[in-house]
């Protein structure tokens, strides 16, 4: 009898597993909080696209830390609702995500938000390099652990703190591979992933045009 208390005693003090949070998201108009952010930084007179067609999109993604976080998306109005199917997808899967803030925390430098493995969107800039505009300036595109997942071109890898990475044989967290939980979600909406491209490969690249 005292062996069957000891043994429920145990029982009792073991915690239980914390249940995985169900998962939440919405799409809101740019509030002027918001938009006062982006005109400082990742918007600006002259873009091809207009403030009152893009929406703040706030998903619930699931971390490296394995627990759920909640963060922000700026596209284009047309994809918003897009983006809270694809990301309940890959929460649902538990694919883990760095961090996801507005680019604009970082001076809508891109180089920058890429370095701290930032997932993010919409981003009123030049392809690198050109004076064409990014699918990002559209709010069409999004980049996605850009650690796990630089853009590779021969050996110039960007961020650079994601060189191990340009290695695809490799199958760590995070990282996104052709007909993956990732590359599946986005499919399924019709968008391309910059890892097939040929040439250079931006694995952390998926877009509505592919490019």
Known sequence: MIA????????LTVPALAAQPPYRS?????????????????????CPVPLKKLRLVRVRFWGF???????????HRQWASEMRIVFRKLYNAKFAIRRMRLVDHYGADDDVSMKHDNTSAFNCRFVAGTTTWSQHAFGRAIDINPVENPYVNGDDVSPPNGEKYADRSLHKRGMIHLHDVVWHAFDDI??????????????QHFSSTGT
């Open 65 to 75: 830390d394995h627990d759920a976080h909640m963060g922000q998306l700026v596209v």
């Open 4 to 11: 069957g208390a000891v043994l429920l005693t145990l029982v």
């Open 26 to 46: 919405s799409v809101e108009k740019l509030d002027a909080g918001t938009k006062a952010l982006m005109k400082e930084n990742s918007w600006h007179p002259g």
């Open 190 to 203: 019709g968008w391309g992933w910059g890892g097939t491209w040929s040439g250079a490969q931006d694995y």
